[in-house]
């Protein structure tokens, strides 16, 4: 799988939206946009995931690059329990036998009341 | 309950020492792995298994060997415990096809004295 980019943390306010940056200049046409994120103590959970067009689910939005070099995971309004690590992954889902799925460090998000 | 049951959720062992930790899952899913976490390193992956008969090593499989004895269940040994194998660790399932969306155990945090 392509190697992705995070900050390694950011820092939002209650209430107020937050996005959330990764960089995948490697990126194949193959390859799919992965977010999944973890609260303290727990496992990590599937957040959202998009090819090229804008994905919107009731967790988040995903807006992608044109070119899909990057992408960005938007949590609209922002509340204290999405403080978490927020992990951005390729997946080729071409490669059907090789379902090696690696996370890197995240980005650990801190929400301010 | 959860869908993806892992245990112990906490282990204290000796360098040297044989431990399991057994993951079972009731999703139905045919795909099971393995992750392990240390701070600041994210998930990488051990081993995963696309059905009963198909093991497939990850990224850090060294040390580890896994038995997959029925569709719902894989488990993860060490053979020979040793303290830089102290983490939390992860199991997850997915199903054939799809996206590829992972589902994970709350984990099993292993100490290694």
């Known amino acids: ?113 | 309950d959860a869908d993806v049951t892992q245990t112990p959720r906490n282990r204290i062992t000796k360098t040297g020492k044989r431990i399991m930790l057994e993951c079972s899952q009731t999703k139905g899913h045919d795909r099971m792995y393995w992750y392990r976490q240390d701070p600041g390193l994210g998930l990488r992956l051990i081993y995963y298994s696309f059905d009963v008969k198909d093991i497939n090593k990850g990224e850090i499989s060294d040390g580890y060997s896994v038995s997959r004895q029925a569709q719902a269940k894989f488990s993860l040994s060490l053979e020979s415990a040793i303290p830089n194998q102290t983490a939390l660790y992860f199991c997850a399932t997915s199903k054939q096809g799809g996206t590829g969306e992972l589902f994970f155990g709350e984990g099993s945090r292993l100490t290694v004295l």
Request: net charge neutral; with cysteine; aromatic share 8%.
């Open chain 1, 1 to 113: 799988d392509a190697k992705t980019t995070q900050p390694n943390s950011m820092e939002s306010n209650e209430e107020e939206p937050v996005h959330l940056p990764c960089n995948h200049s490697t990126i194949s046409g193959t390859d799919y946009i992965h977010w999944y994120r973890q609260l303290p103590s727990q496992g990590p959970e599937y957040v959202i995931h998009g090819l090229t067009s804008n994905v919107n689910n009731r967790m988040a939005s995903l807006a992608i690059a044109e070119d899909r070099k990057s992408s960005t995971l938007i949590l609209h309004r922002a509340t204290l329990r999405d403080a978490a690590v927020y992990y951005c992954i390729l997946r080729d889902l071409s490669q059907y036998n090789n379902n090696d799925m690696r996370f890197g460090a995240g980005t650990r998000l801190t929400v301010k009341p």
